[in-house]
């Protein structure tokens, strides 16, 4: 009898083990490491002596991709599909905010959808990688989450799939919005 109750506790153990895995196979999308915001980053990145990459992203489309969703254009591109809301809407917010990153649905809510495409879509979510002495050394970052963008990144979102698609030339797009980190 003894035994047979050992076998049940077991059993229930692998059960469990069991549910997890599927449930991370479930949540294969949600990233790793923790989301902050763009206000965590400017604790840093908003001096002058860093390249003021928060300044820079406040004047681009980027940190507008919210706002747009809610002009005429918008809405119209939204009627054609079905869509009321677009400020509302997963098919669009999943390009258009780093809330849903990449996603149909909010991922956190550290971001809220109006802070639009902010520096964690292109570097990675980064409560791992933002202490100071993590930052300061590169490899510790990557290995914390942080991701160095390139080309790919802009296409997950600059893609036909977009439905004001255009051409998308890496070159002149990056000219754009680049914001390096000064000669010291
Ligand atoms: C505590 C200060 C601090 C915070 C907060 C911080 N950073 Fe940094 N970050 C640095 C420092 C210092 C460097 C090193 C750059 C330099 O001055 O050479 C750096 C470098 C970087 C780099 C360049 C990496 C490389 O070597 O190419 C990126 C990208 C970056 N940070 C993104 C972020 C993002 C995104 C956030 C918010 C999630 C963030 N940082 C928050 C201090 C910070
Ligand atoms: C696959 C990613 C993606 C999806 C999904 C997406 N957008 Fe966009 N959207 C973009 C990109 C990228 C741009 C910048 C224009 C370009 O270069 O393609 C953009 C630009 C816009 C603009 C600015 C107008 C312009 O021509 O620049 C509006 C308005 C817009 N999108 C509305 C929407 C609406 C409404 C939805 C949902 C029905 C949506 N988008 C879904 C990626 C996307
Ligand atoms: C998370 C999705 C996403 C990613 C990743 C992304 N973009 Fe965008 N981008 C957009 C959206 C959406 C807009 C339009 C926002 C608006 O009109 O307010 C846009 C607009 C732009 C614009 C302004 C277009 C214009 O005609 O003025 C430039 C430039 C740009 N992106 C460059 C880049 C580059 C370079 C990368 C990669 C390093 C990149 N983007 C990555 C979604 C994205
Ligand atoms: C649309 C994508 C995108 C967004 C949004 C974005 N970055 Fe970047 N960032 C890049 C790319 C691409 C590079 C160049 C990577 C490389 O080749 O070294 C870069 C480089 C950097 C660097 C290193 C610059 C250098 O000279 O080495 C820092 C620091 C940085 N980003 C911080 C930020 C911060 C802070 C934010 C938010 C305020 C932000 N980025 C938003 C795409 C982005």
Same mark, same amino acid.
């Given at each position: 009898?003894?035994?047979?109750?050992?076998?049940?506790?077991?059993?229930?153990?692998?059960? =469990?083990?069991?549910?997890?895995?599927?449930?991370?196979?479930? =949540?294969?999308?949600?990233?790793?490491?923790?989301? +902050?915001? +763009?206000?965590?980053?400017?604790?840093?990145?908003?001096?002058?002596?860093?390249?003021?990459? +928060?300044?820079?992203?406040?004047?681009?489309?980027?940190?507008?991709?919210?706002?747009?969703?809610?002009?005429?254009?918008a809405k119209e591109t939204a009627a054609k599909l079905g869509i009321d809301d677009p400020q509302k809407s997963g098919k669009c917010l999943k390009c258009h905010s780093t809330a849903y990153y990449f996603t149909e649905q909010q991922l956190t809510q550290a971001i809220q959808?109006?802070?639009?495409? @902010?520096?964690? @879509?292109?570097?990675?979510?980064?409560?791992?990688?933002?202490?100071?002495?993590?930052?300061?050394?590169k490899d510790a970052a990557k290995a914390a989450g942080l991701i160095i963008p390139d080309e790919s990144t802009c296409k997950k979102c600059h893609n036909p799939e977009s439905p004001n698609y255009k051409d998308f030339d890496y070159k002149t797009n990056w000219e754009k919005i680049k914001h390096p980190v000064p000669e010291k």
């Open positions: 009898m003894k035994k047979g109750i050992c076998w049940k506790g077991g059993l229930g153990i692998l059960t =469990l083990g069991m549910a997890l895995a599927i449930s991370g196979v479930a =949540l294969a999308e949600t990233p790793e490491h923790e989301f +902050v915001g +763009v206000q965590k980053c400017a604790l840093c990145h908003k001096k002058p002596e860093q390249g003021e990459q +928060v300044k820079i992203w406040q004047e681009t489309a980027h940190a507008k991709a919210f706002e747009v969703l809610a002009t005429p254009a959808p109006e802070e639009g495409i @902010s520096c964690e @879509s292109c570097h990675g979510p980064g409560k791992d990688f933002m202490k100071k002495s993590v930052m300061e050394d």
